[in-house]
């Protein structure tokens, strides 16, 4: 979730099952307008909430690329870059809960012609004209928090899906947290719940291990599994599972990981060169060989596993795979247990992180 809450006192009125707001806005930067309107309806299976100029559809000079986001406090830079790579157009939130939390913050960050967001509740609500419409007509797209396992229900197969796709090539689109779990080439779909590193690591076919085929597909995440609050909540053991399991499964015979920690985010422009953003670090896996043991009931065993790590120091290129000034290292799973090539696992530098073990 993104804990967003709008700083806006609105004063309310319904006129032919519109509700339009008209805020008193507190502190917002310079160079963004106090009046800005904002509206608001509901029709089955959605709601959709907008502030700027919702009712005129600009068409800029939009350039594609990626917003990859951990989770936790929101990169601020990353979403001026989407703007940016938006041409100031019109941006859009989706999400399954929630409110229109995003709007006024991504608003007051750059000059977008508008910001919506729609809060799709339903299948019907995926397949409806209007959600199509908005998608199709957005210069950015963002996927917020909650359930990605929520997403993949409502959103897998329908024309919401569909409309996204076609906009790849076009628009900026990104995620945070559940919204970056569903961008992956492979997803950890969490469709039974969350599963911990270390229950993954004892048992990599736990039935909490729910890995499915992309939602979406960009050239620069294929084969890509992603993973969220990574550091945070200790996640490395599970993102090993899972590249593990791909390979074991034999869905793919070169499996990677991408594990993005709070307040982090990785920009990816339209060459697949991406950048990083925020306060946190980044850790991406490959391997191309087989786990040594990945059994139901049997801790896994998967040796030599390359890790590089970034922050916001350095890049990486997602079409070669390799990066600049991160750290390359090796990690091995040892009957559930792992270890790495230069000791700590998330290769910290003494920098303090707070580190959740489950």
Not at 113 to 126: C, D, E, Y
Not at 214 to 224: D, E, K, M
């Amino acid at each position: 979730m993104d804990g967003r809450f709008p700083l806006t006192l609105l004063l309310l009125a319904m006129w032919g099952g519109t509700c339009y707001a008209a805020p008193v806005l507190i502190g917002l930067p310079a160079g963004r307008s106090v009046t800005a309107p904002h509206h608001r309806h509901t029709d089955t299976g959605y709601t959709f909430y907008c502030t700027g100029d919702c009712d005129r559809d600009v068409v800029t000079d939009s350039r594609p690329g990626l917003v990859l986001m951990g989770g936790g406090t929101d990169v601020d830079d990353a979403f001026r870059w989407a703007v940016d790579q938006s041409d100031d157009g019109d941006f859009l939130v989706l999400r399954a809960t929630g409110t229109d939390a995003y709007d006024d913050y991504i608003y007051d960050l750059g000059r977008s012609n508008s910001v919506a967001t729609l809060v799709i509740t339903s299948r019907q609500g995926a397949a409806h004209p209007f959600v199509v419409d908005r998608i199709q007509h957005a210069e950015a797209i963002f996927f917020a928090g909650g359930d990605q396992a929520t997403y993949l229900s409502l959103w897998t197969g329908t024309p919401l899906e569909e409309s996204v796709q076609d906009r790849v090539a076009s628009v900026p689109i990104g995620g945070t947290s559940a919204g970056l779990a569903i961008l992956g080439g492979f997803v950890y779909t969490a469709e039974n719940n969350t599963v911990y590193s270390r229950e993954a690591l004892e048992n990599p076919y736990d039935k909490r291990v729910t890995l499915g085929k992309s939602f979406l597909s960009f050239s620069s995440l294929q084969n890509i599994v992603t993973d969220t609050h990574f550091v945070t909540r200790d996640r490395m053991g599970r993102l090993m599972t899972f590249v593990a399991r791909l390979l074991q499964d034999k869905w793919t015979s070169v499996a990677r990981g991408l594990g993005v920690d709070e307040h982090t985010a990785i920009c990816v422009d339209e060459s697949g060169y991406g950048k990083v953003y925020g306060d946190g670090t980044a850790y991406f896996l490959h391997a191309d060989q087989p786990p040594q043991q990945c059994l139901p009931q049997k801790p896994l065993t998967f040796e030599d596993v390359a890790v590089y790590r970034v922050d916001r120091t350095s890049s990486f290129d997602f079409h070669t795979f390799t990066g600049h000034s991160g750290l390359s290292y090796t990690l091995s799973a040892s009957r559930g247990d792992l270890s790495s090539s230069r000791g700590d696992i998330y290769q910290r530098d003494g920098r303090e992180f707070k580190v959740i073990h489950y």
